[in-house]
């Protein structure tokens, strides 16, 4: 027992800290705005673990994060707007009044119950992406072939989404009063909206750690690089690849579900191609093979996009296009790669070999501290 924890005592150290940081450091430090802001830029890095498993070290290009996450986010914001028409006394939520509709729609009526909203958050997106997942990766569907696939289906989910009335149609759904019975004007519920979002990443980051770590991980890793060689030894690489995928859509939707009451508003331009391609971006920039890197790299680049579009409306698109293309092009390990760059050139300058050098880069660049 000794030796296991003095072997994961950075582990620990690392997660001290970073509880440390969200649990004390922020609210005491950030106004009420920005630790709001802070609390969406925490859902964004919550997805962004997804994905570092699905593509860092499944080697699966998921383009469409933006459909787990849009339905994980609609199925909070339905059951907040039942909740908050109950509170007026109306049998409809007030966008379904001036729309003219008399009678909620049968699919909203059983997320009046919070027990089947939280069941259908964590279960409908998971099941779907499971569905999805066996016939794609059961037909070999694969590398691009797949990331054009899903991003079809992000944009069949925003255009469906706008051309329904009963889900707010291009508007969205906003103007939340209640969160499970706590008013949301209320800034100590704001607060307690940030404190659940910061443990749902820890969670979702220690989970994801166990995982990649685990011979499940290392069986993941083995699919990316020599599929047919997992298959040769017994294995299904369809099937590894399937869980991956539907533990990615599962943290997808908890951020969504999450990212409804910390920002106050839903709508199909939150959940269609250009957010799923952002959820990338980030974790591209971060580093998407390594644990932390897509976490920070998604709330860096979420960070910087608020604050140059305050200045900069226009140059946003224009200075992201420019960062994704920098990092591909130069740094393929993303940001977290520099690092176990430099290094792998420190021990080659202290202890030179004549063989394995080029091995031995290869390893620390494609892995960087995975």
Same mark, same amino acid.
């Given at each position: 027992?000794?030796?296991?924890?003095?072997?994961?005592?950075?582990?620990?150290?690392?997660?001290?800290?970073?509880?440390?940081?969200?649990?004390?450091?922020?609210?005491?430090?950030?106004?009420?705005?920005?630790?709001?802001?802070?609390?969406?830029?925490?859902?964004?890095?919550?997805?962004?673990?997804?994905?570092?498993?699905?593509?860092?070290?499944?080697g699966m290009l998921t383009l469409g994060q933006g459909v787990y996450f849009g339905?994980?986010?609609?199925?909070?914001?339905?059951?907040?707007k039942i909740a908050d028409a109950e509170i007026r006394g109306d049998d409809v939520?007030?966008?379904?009044?001036?729309?003219?509709?008399?009678?909620?729609?049968?699919?909203?009526?059983?997320?009046?119950?919070?027990?089947?909203?939280?069941?259908g958050i964590l279960v409908v997106p998971t099941l779907i992406a499971v569905l999805?997942?066996?016939?794609?990766?059961?037909?070999?569907?694969?590398?691009?072939?797949?990331?054009?696939?899903?991003?079809?289906?992000?944009? !069949?989910?925003?255009?469906?989404?706008?051309?329904?009335? @009963?889900?707010?149609?291009?508007?969205?759904?906003?103007?939340?009063?209640?969160?499970?019975?706590?008013?949301?004007?209320?800034?100590?519920?704001?607060?307690?909206?940030?404190?659940?979002? @910061?443990?749902?990443?820890?969670?979702?980051?220690?989970?994801?750690?166990?995982?990649?770590?685990?011979?499940?991980?290392?069986?993941?890793?083995?699919?990316?690089?020599?599929?047919?060689?997992?298959?040769?030894?017994?294995?299904? $690489?369809?099937?590894?690849?399937?869980?991956?995928?539907?533990? !990615?859509?599962?943290? !997808?939707?908890?951020?969504?579900?999450?990212?409804?009451?910390?920002?106050?508003?839903?709508? $199909?331009?939150?959940?269609?191609?250009?957010? @799923?391609?952002?959820?990338?971006?980030?974790?591209?920039?971060?580093?998407?093979?390594?644990?932390?890197?897509?976490?920070?790299?998604?709330?860096?680049?979420?960070?910087?996009?608020?604050?140059?579009?305050?200045?900069?409306?226009?140059?946003?698109?224009?200075?992201?296009?420019?960062?994704?293309?920098?990092?591909?092009?130069?740094?393929?390990?993303?940001?977290?790669?520099?690092?176990?760059?430099?290094?792998?050139?420190?021990?080659?300058?202290?202890?030179?070999?004549?063989?394995?050098?080029?091995?031995?880069?290869?390893?620390?660049?494609?892995?960087? @501290?995975?």
């Amino acid at each position: 027992m000794k030796d296991y924890f003095s072997g994961h005592w950075k582990t620990y150290a690392g997660f001290a800290v970073a509880a440390v940081l969200l649990f004390g450091v922020a609210p005491s430090v950030l106004s009420d705005f920005r630790l709001n802001l802070l609390g969406k830029f925490l859902c964004f890095g919550i997805v962004a673990v997804g994905i570092g498993l699905a593509w860092g070290r499944g080697g699966m290009l998921t383009l469409g994060q933006g459909v787990y996450f849009g339905l994980g986010a609609y199925i909070m914001a339905m059951h907040l707007k039942i909740a908050d028409a109950e509170i007026r006394g109306d049998d409809v939520p007030d966008f379904m009044q001036i729309a003219g509709i008399r009678e909620l729609p049968g699919y909203w009526k059983p997320f009046a119950s919070p027990l089947v909203t939280i069941l259908g958050i964590l279960v409908v997106p998971t099941l779907i992406a499971v569905l999805l997942g066996l016939g794609v990766f059961k037909r070999k569907v694969k590398g691009a072939y797949f990331a054009i696939l899903s991003q079809a289906l992000a944009a !069949a989910f925003a255009i469906l989404l706008i051309g329904q009335q @009963s889900t707010g149609g291009s508007n969205g759904l906003n103007r939340f009063r209640s969160f499970f019975g706590l008013a949301l004007n209320d800034p100590v519920n704001r607060h307690l909206l940030f404190y659940i979002a @910061s443990a749902a990443l820890l969670v979702v980051v220690a989970i994801t750690r166990q995982l990649m770590y685990s011979r499940y991980g290392e069986l993941l890793v083995a699919v990316r690089d020599q599929e047919e060689r997992v298959r040769f030894l017994g294995y299904d $690489p369809a099937n590894v690849k399937v869980v991956a995928y539907a533990i !990615a859509a599962l943290f !997808a939707s908890i951020a969504g579900a999450l990212f409804v009451p910390i920002v106050g508003i839903i709508s $199909p331009a939150d959940v269609g191609i250009v957010p @799923s391609i952002a959820f990338l971006i980030g974790v591209a920039i971060g580093g998407r093979t390594t644990l932390l890197g897509p976490v920070l790299g998604a709330i860096a680049v979420a960070w910087a996009q608020t604050s140059l579009s305050e200045n900069f409306p226009s140059g946003w698109t224009y200075a992201q296009g420019i960062l994704f293309i920098v990092v591909v092009g130069f740094f393929p390990a993303g940001l977290a790669g520099i690092g176990a760059a430099l290094k792998w050139r420190r021990k080659k300058s202290a202890d030179p070999s004549p063989t394995g050098d080029i091995d031995e880069h290869t390893d620390s660049t494609v892995g960087a @501290s995975s």
